[in-house]
């Protein structure tokens, strides 16, 4: 059965950091390119990072450039997210998404992170940062 069970999620204070994981189970991560999206209330989704298949390339929305980090471990078939400085803006429910029908690499449009490629998604986990 194909699954990805993200977990880290919680309350910090505006500053702090979090890291949020996502293990996979019933396919491999590397051989799939995974991005980290988030949606606030009343917002639309919004890709904040993507890891390639393979050689593992990163790209980044400019919103959190420089404070998050998407990493991988495939020994442990899962993905990171390890979010610095947080702010009250990154409030929002953070999923990871699986293109195992895609190009498995990273698509990034004028708009940001092309999400359609992205067929398989775990439930969330809530990030809340207060200021």
């Known amino acids: 059965q194909v699954q990805l069970v993200e977990s880290g999620g919680g309350l910090v204070q505006s500053g702090g950091s979090l890291r949020l994981s996502c293990v996979a189970s019933?396919?491999?991560?590397?051989?799939?390119?995974i991005g980290w999206i988030r949606q606030a209330p009343g917002k639309e989704r919004e890709g904040v990072a993507c890891i390639s298949m393979g050689d593992g390339g990163t790209r980044y929305a400019d919103s959190v450039k420089g404070r998050f980090t998407i990493s991988r471990d495939d020994a442990k078939n899962t993905v990171y997210l390890q979010m610095n400085s947080l702010r009250p803006d990154d409030t929002a429910v953070y999923y990871c998404a699986a293109d195992r029908m895609g190009p498995g690499e990273c698509v990034w449009r004028s708009a940001g992170l092309a999400l359609n490629f992205f067929g398989n998604w775990g439930q969330g986990t809530q990030v809340t940062v207060s200021s």
């Open positions: 019933g396919f491999t991560l590397a051989y799939n390119a």
